[in-house]
């Protein structure tokens, strides 16, 4: 179980949703509460107890319209990074963050920010079968070399994957690999596919564009958020009987390494042996 109180770190990053929804709506872009979050609107009316984090998910046409314009329309202190818009960024999705705050999401891993929303964008994906599983083999290698890139070599001490780890980050680069990924998600526009994909999610997520269908309101902690159109659809082919809720040993929490409401990132001496000053 994480070692921080959930529920003040919930409503926290409620507030940065809340500055995303305004800004969507002022600009007429889509938007969906995703995956776990989508859950707790349904299943819990807002939070899942246990869940510290939140999921939305963009289209690509509006992601990259958000993602461009974001510095000028999101309300301090809120910022939003991604590959796109930051060569130092090390994941292949979007956050939005609270510059105002410090986190650290794992200790072994090049990343330093603020609390955040996880933003997802949701592009095309072939209409062959086959096809879908080769771009989607090729995008999980292409993401699990960054995650290497990214991380520190020694995490396990020094024994024969961090002699692997090493030759990785000396034969590839951040921003190669970024560019990389870049291109395999764009390459089927999100507007003239039938079958989309939060490319993170792997190939079981794969879903029928028409099922995110009109982003619809749903309350969420008393506040009224964009949903997926077909809820129970989306939630049952992702989790199955998604209204049980699971045993102990199946809640899934971050257990974030370090945590600091007060203290803007920028203002963190990170001193981990391995990231690069």
């Not at 999401?105 to 879908?132: N, T």
């Not at 870049?182 to 999610?201: A, G, I, N």
Request: some cysteine.
């Amino acid at each position: 179980m994480a070692n921080y109180e959930i529920r003040p770190l919930q409503l926290r990053i409620l507030e940065i949703l809340k500055a995303i929804d305004s800004v969507c709506k002022e600009h007429n872009l889509r938007y969906y509460i995703w995956a776990g979050t989508m859950l707790g609107a349904v299943r819990h009316k807002g939070f899942i107890p246990w869940d510290d984090d939140m999921d939305i998910c963009m289209p690509r046409p509006d992601y990259d319209a958000f993602m461009a314009n974001a510095k000028e329309w999101l309300p301090k202190p809120f910022e939003a990074n991604c590959m796109e818009n930051n060569e130092q960024y090390p994941v292949a999705f979007g956050k939005v963050s609270d510059a105002s705050t410090t986190l650290i999401e794992r200790e072994h891993y090049d990343h330093l920010g603020g609390i955040y929303v996880d933003v997802f964008p949701i592009d095309g994906v072939p209409s062959s079968s086959l096809a879908r599983r080769w771009v989607c083999f090729k995008y999980w290698t292409c993401d699990k070399l960054l995650y290497f890139v990214n991380r520190d070599p020694f995490k396990h001490g020094r024994d024969a994957t961090s002699y692997i780890v090493r030759f990785i980050q000396r034969l590839f680069t951040k921003r190669g690999l970024q560019r990389r990924l870049h291109d395999m998600r764009v390459k089927y526009e999100y507007d003239k596919s039938r079958y989309v994909l939060d490319y993170d999610d792997g190939y079981k997520g794969i879903i029928n564009k028409d099922i995110l269908g009109t982003p619809t309101p749903v309350e969420f902690e008393g506040v009224m958020l964009n949903g997926v159109e077909k809820a129970d659809e989306y939630l049952s082919t992702k989790y199955g009987d998604y209204m049980t809720i699971p045993d102990g040993d199946h809640q899934r929490q971050h257990n974030f390494f370090y945590l600091d409401y007060n203290l803007p990132y920028k203002d963190y001496n990170d001193r981990r042996s391995f990231i690069k000053h």
